[in-house]
């Protein structure tokens, strides 16, 4: 284990084995060495995390009225009932350089950069997850995650490129970020310096690391150290299982041979558990501080998935168009992910709070609804931001001299420790955050 000194702990230490390297979650009773100005040498950091749908929601049925525990919520947000008062529903933001385009891709390439998009060539803007990622992503071992549902849609739309429709996080102005869809490839990121040692697990790699660090923990680290390691334990296994799976008891072809590319290994048949496991790896990048900054999109804008799981009958793009009630249950399919992801940090203690408290978890689409309506963004905000974020609240800014996103993003980068006196097309941060 790479140490400072006999008691102190540097925030980026890692437990290492044979081909593998494992960041510490926090712990309590290690006194951290300093060099994030942040925060306090024995406080956790705050996390930034950022989760996308496309074509927004049913435009009858996205609303949030009220406050605290009498906030009322619409239909398309019933899932977040129980976290309502860690809830900040938000009405009028806009991007208005994605409203010089009517389609799903024009609507999409400047989501978290809120810059000029051209029509003829794939030049947008740097996305503010990647510029946290620049500016201060040095303090873990990986600047950031970004983690994706559904791959690339190639090629064109009316003479406008279809890859602004895929990707929400961008590395320049000309290249989107590396968005990683295959669960195993997102786990090894965070814990394998080897990748062809495919035959050992994770925890026995760094176990003699790992027992010599108990022996420094208090009772309660320890427990909760024991719950990590048997996370990571857990959940590659699953992503082993989805390996070995796939073939006998997963996906199967209806033909006698595929009349279509078979998918990528590693990546569930179903849908639900592909998204789940996806959230499980953003959970574990936090707990073990491999990095701070994630996003993930569970999505594109139009997306040809078609969710039968949820009862649908046509494919996402179709819905988010036609609109039947039908959408209602995928809506609500979506924001259940927000709310497993709640659950899960909400049982990871850190000092005095959670996982939650020190996480801002911003979730966002492209468009209020699939008719390409971007006047108006369906935008939420879950989570504590080390306590800087209170929940229970709807804010309206839509009559608001000032409702542009990139406003919000000041806010999103002020909590995660990165302060700026401008970004994208935004000199002031939001009134009443």
């Known amino acids: 284990m790479q140490t400072t000194s006999a008691s102190t702990i540097s925030r980026r230490t890692l437990l290492r084995g044979l081909g593998v390297s494992m960041a510490l979650p926090w712990l309590e009773s290690l006194s951290f060495a300093a060099g994030d100005k942040t925060i306090a ?75 000029v998009m051209s029509k003829t060539e794939v030049r947008t803007g740097v996305s503010f997850d990647q510029l946290m990622a620049q500016r201060i992503g040095d303090r873990t ?65 760094v176990l003699e690391d790992a027992k010599s660090l108990r022996q420094r923990l208090s009772l309660s680290d320890r427990q909760r150290f024991e719950e990590y390691l048997g996370s990571v334990h857990e959940i590659e296994g699953r992503i082993k299982r989805a390996n070995t799976q796939r073939d006998a008891n997963g996906w199967k072809p209806t033909l006698a041979a595929p009349d279509r590319p078979r998918p990528a290994d590693g990546i569930p048949a179903d849908i639900p558990e592909y998204w789940k496991l996806m959230n499980d ?29 949820c009862g649908a009958k046509d494919q996402h793009h179709q819905m988010a168009h036609t609109q039947p009630a039908e959408l209602i249950p995928l809506n609500q399919f979506f924001m259940s992910q927000l709310v497993y992801l709640c659950e899960r940090m909400s049982e990871v203690k850190e000092g005095d709070r959670t996982l939650l408290d020190n996480t801002a978890i911003m979730h966002c689409s492209s468009m209020l609804h699939g008719n390409h309506d971007a006047r108006q963004l ?56």
């Open 141 to 205: 071992r990986i600047p950031s995650l970004v983690l994706g549902c559904e791959g690339p849609i190639p090629g064109l739309q009316d003479g406008h490129p279809l890859l602004y429709s895929s990707h929400i996080s961008w590395s320049t102005a000309v290249s989107p970020t590396w968005t990683e869809t295959r669960p195993a490839l997102a786990f090894d990121q965070l814990f394998r310096t080897d990748r062809n040692r495919g035959d050992r697990r994770v925890v026995d790699a």
């Open 281 to 309: 790896i953003v959970l574990l990048a936090f707990r073990t501080d491999t990095t701070r900054i994630a996003t993930l999109k569970y999505c594109n804008d139009g997306s040809a998935e078609t969710h039968t799981h």
């Open 41 to 115: 040498a024995d406080q956790p950091p705050t996390r930034t995390l950022v989760t996308f749908t496309g074509m927004g929601f049913h435009s009858e049925h996205w609303w949030a009225k009220g406050t605290g525990a009498g906030m009322e919520l619409g239909p398309c947000l019933k899932p977040l009932e129980a976290w309502k008062e860690r809830l900040v529903f938000l009405r009028g933001l806009w991007n208005e350089q994605a409203n010089n385009g009517v389609i799903h891709c024009m609507q999409t390439g400047n989501m978290l950069s809120g810059a």
């Open 378 to 433: 369906p935008i939420i905000l879950l989570g504590g931001a080390g306590g800087k974020l209170h929940g229970g609240r709807v804010l309206d800014y839509l009559d608001s001299p000032n409702r542009r996103m990139c406003s919000l993003f000041l806010h999103l980068m002020d909590w995660g420790g990165l302060e700026l006196d401008q970004f994208g097309d935004s000199k002031e941060r939001l009134a009443g955050i």
